[in-house]
Nanobody
């Protein structure tokens, strides 16, 4: 079973950058599609970005295109989310997820392992 632990969240001013990491353990995720989702207080969890098993395909929600970059290092069993030009509306709890299908899915139903989340707060 895959366990996921996110890190790298924090408080940053608008326009700043953060890099989130998602470390997997329990088994290798080199064959898994990996995704990042976020949930703001009182709102549903939403898709942010995803990457296929070999990094060959990435998918982003429109609001983060050009600002966020998802990447992975299968040798380290880790996935990253580089977030630049952060905006107050990016404030949320960010979750990492693993999909056994290997593809870069945007639907949370395709993922069967989730981390505990890391908080990102962007001040204006």
């Amino acid at each position: 079973q895959v366990q996921l632990v996110e890190s790298g969240g924090g408080l940053v001013q608008a326009g700043g950058s953060l890099r989130l990491s998602c470390a997997a353990s329990g088994r290798t995720v080199s064959g898994y599609g990996m995704g990042w989702f976020r949930q703001a207080p009182g709102k549903e969890r939403k898709f942010v970005a995803a990457i296929s098993w070999n990094g060959g395909r990435t998918t982003y929600t429109d609001s983060v295109k050009g600002r966020f970059t998802i990447s992975r290092d299968n040798a380290k069993n880790t996935v990253y989310l580089q977030m630049n030009s952060l905006k107050p509306e990016d404030t949320a709890e960010y979750y990492c997820a693993a999909s056994p299908s290997g593809s870069s899915h945007f639907s949370p139903h395709e993922y069967d392992a989730w981390g505990q989340g890391t908080q990102v707060t962007v001040s204006s």
